[in-house]
């Protein structure tokens, strides 16, 4: 809402009576029955380790005369079925450091001897900890849980932050089953919402309704709207899922219009284009860039003798992201003045991504900001400009006649690889007059290519090198499991992927050179790689750690699949055997399209002399696919697999 809009919901509640809905909002606590601590088997998931038997929640919007807020009062109860969902018992309730929480209370009930036991859990174990500069968490833990044991807890929050324009956001799904989920929400008739439900929709019922609200002997219209869901399945993460938060079935509000007695109907529409004006003149978003002046020696230094842009913008990416380090904060706004942040050597993505623009802007580099959700924040609006629901910023960066997304938040990334939580369809170029929406990818992708070259001997043992080049996603995984890990603690995991190997020794090329693949060399030994079934032998050439396990083996799917970025994956394998051996038998060649120029697998197995060649390529160009379409990913995937198990078959000549 901009800031006309806000002033007019203002001035119209300074002189209309404030609507109070009375005692609607109060939910009992602690009517738990016999039933409920019976721990019978939950029938649509009787392998649950617990279960949500209700989440109630009731939510009215209010104006207190200062500002708008949502009264959220809510009550959870939840069964421990086994010792498994032990864990459920220990409680985290985020919410923002604006809001008010309070009236928090949480018991654990039990049967014994015959009657049911309330234990209570004292004030002084309720914690609220500063989780960030925006946020808190209310945290608790049940005492004595046990199986079969309730446990319940309530509390209510005062939510200020964007109240009128959202109202209450309300999960219904949860990692374990909901038998019962229920909001209410109330709000006077001049306000009308639009109700966003995800997931699965059709679970949602509601059921509206009007009330009337009497205030200084005036009667308020008030709608109230009851959503109701039973029985709602555990969510379960799938592989490729791109975000929990856009899969979860839940409910969003929007507010689309007002509408006060007397005057005409007023659409709420808020535009990107306000948006950019308005976060060009915050302090900490557009106004930080321009005061980046304590910058401009160091970036005339690191940018002089450089002929070419894309050079200048590696050099001070590569400054940047070394010389501050980013504290794991996803923000688009700063958390202080950007010559702070350079000076404490340590910020937000927000500090570090501001910063760099600043610093290119004065090497005479075109940059601007885009702001982002992150994949795990869920997908934007692109209609509504809401700003809550954006959570980083990007360099949009035009060097050399390309333009390229910049990140600065990790030294061991190339200045053209994005972080892969920022490959989230589409951000917003905060650039005035040009801001538009920009996809969010260079040219990333999931990259391999792996040459296998091995000497079998006249056991039929065999010996050689496993060497793989890794790029873009995959190299900056390498690179960060070795800082992390160290070089000892990667060769302890390359044991466990190829457990039918003896590993004699291994390298890793190109670490410190981030803008080149990491190349990684393994000499192998293999002892029981050829196996004898009568007279004839043996053996798979694709390893199994290369050749890996499907994904997609579920029949069938619930969310769409997301790789984020192009995969291409290459194996050539050439195995030299003795002259005492003869191929009988090998794969046949084959093409394998996934369809609609989505991608392909191309497989060619030759024989030449004493040599067996394979080749293996797959592509996956498309990187988002409807659940509708799971079968075709399925089967492909299914059919690379099957190829890849595939047998060569080999007889020992008679000397």
């Known amino acids: 809402m ?131 500069k925006r946020t808190k968490a209310l945290k608790f833990n049940f005492p004595d849980v046990r199986e079969g044991s309730v446990l319940e807890y309530s509390y209510t929050v005062l939510l200020k932050n964007y109240a009128v324009n959202i109202l209450v956001p309300w999960e219904f799904q949860a990692d374990i089953p909901v038998v019962k989920s229920m909001l209410t929400v109330s709000y006077p008739e001049y306000f009308i919402y639009k109700t966003i439900i995800s997931g699965s929709a059709l679970s949602v019922v509601n059921t509206p309704s009007y009330r009337t609200s009497v205030f200084h002997k005036q009667n308020v219209r008030t709608n109230v709207n009851i959503y109701h869901v039973e029985d709602m399945p555990a969510f379960r993460e799938e592989p490729y899922v791109k975000s929990k938060n856009d899969c979860l079935t839940k409910i969003n509000f929007e507010l689309a219009a007002v509408s006060f007695p007397g005057s005409s109907l007023e659409r709420i529409n808020p535009t990107y284009e306000t948006l950019s004006d308005e976060l060009l003149k915050r302090n900490d978003f557009g106004q930080a860039m321009t005061k980046t002046g304590f910058l401009k020696k160091d970036a005339l230094k690191l940018s002089s003798g450089l002929s070419g842009d894309i050079e200048k913008v590696k050099k001070i990416h590569e400054f940047i992201s070394g010389k501050i380090l980013w504290n794991g904060v996803e923000d688009f706004m700063t958390s202080a003045p950007l010559k702070k942040i350079y000076l404490k050597e340590k910020g937000n993505s927000a500090d570090i991504n501001l910063m760099l623009i600043g610093m290119l802007r004065l090497a005479g580099i075109k940059a601007d900001p885009v702001i982002l959700s992150t994949r795990s924040n869920g997908s934007i609006n692109p209609y509504s400009a809401m700003i ?93 499991q070795v800082t992390i890990e160290g070089r000892e603690g990667y060769l302890d995991h390359l044991k466990s992927s190829y457990t039918e190997l003896e590993i004699n020794d291994f390298s890793l090329e190109n670490l410190e050179a981030r803008d080149l693949d990491v190349i990684e060399t393994i000499n192998i030994n293999i002892i029981n790689a050829v196996q004898k079934a009568g007279g004839s032998y043996l053996f798979n050439p694709f390893l199994s750690a290369v050749s890996g396990k499907s994904a997609f083996w579920q029949e069938t799917r619930n969310f769409p699949i997301d790789f984020g970025a192009p995969v291409e994956d290459r194996i050539v394998v050439k195995i030299t055997v003795p002259s005492t051996f003869s191929v009988v038998e090998k794969p046949a060649g084959k093409v394998i399209s996934l369809g609609k120029g989505d991608g392909s697998y191309e497989f060619r197995c030759e024989t030449s002399g004493n040599e067996i060649l394979i080749s293996a390529h797959l592509k996956i160009d498309n990187t988002f696919f409807e659940a509708s379409e799971y079968s075709r990913i399925r089967e492909y995937y299914s059919g690379i697999l099957q190829k890849q198990a595939e047998l060569i078959v080999m007889s020992k000549n008679e000397e």
């Open 2 to 132: 901009n800031k006309f809009n806000f002033l007019v919901l203002i001035i119209f509640f300074s002189i209309v009576p404030v609507v109070t809905l009375k005692a609607q909002n109060k939910i009992p606590f602690g009517r738990i029955s016999f039933e409920d601590l019976e721990n019978k088997p939950y029938k649509p998931d009787p392998g649950a380790d617990a279960i949500i038997l209700s989440d109630e929640g009731t939510a009215s919007l209010k104006y207190n005369g200062n500002e708008f807020y949502v009264e959220l009062v809510r009550d959870v109860k939840i069964r421990i079925v086994n010792s498994r969902g032990f864990d459920y018992a220990n409680i985290e309730l985020p919410f923002s450091s604006r809001d008010i929480i309070k009236n928090y209370r949480a018991s654990t009930f039990n049967i014994r001897s015959g009657e049911i036991l309330e234990t209570s859990i004292p004030k002084k174990d309720f914690i609220i900890d500063n989780t960030s």
């Open 388 to 480: 809550r629901q954006f959570n980083y910023v990007l360099a949009y960066v035009y060097a050399d006649g390309q333009y390229f997304l910049v990140d600065a938040t990790d030294p061991l990334r190339p200045f053209n690889v994005l972080p892969f939580e920022c490959l989230n369809d589409a951000g917003r170029l905060i650039a005035g007059s040009s801001s538009r929406f920009v996809d969010l990818k260079n040219s990333e992708k999931n990259g391999t290519s792996t040459v296998i070259n091995l000497v079998m001997d006249d056991d039929a043992c065999m010996s050689g090198e496993i060497k793989t080049h890794y790029s873009d996603f995959s190299a900056y995984n390498i690179r960060k």
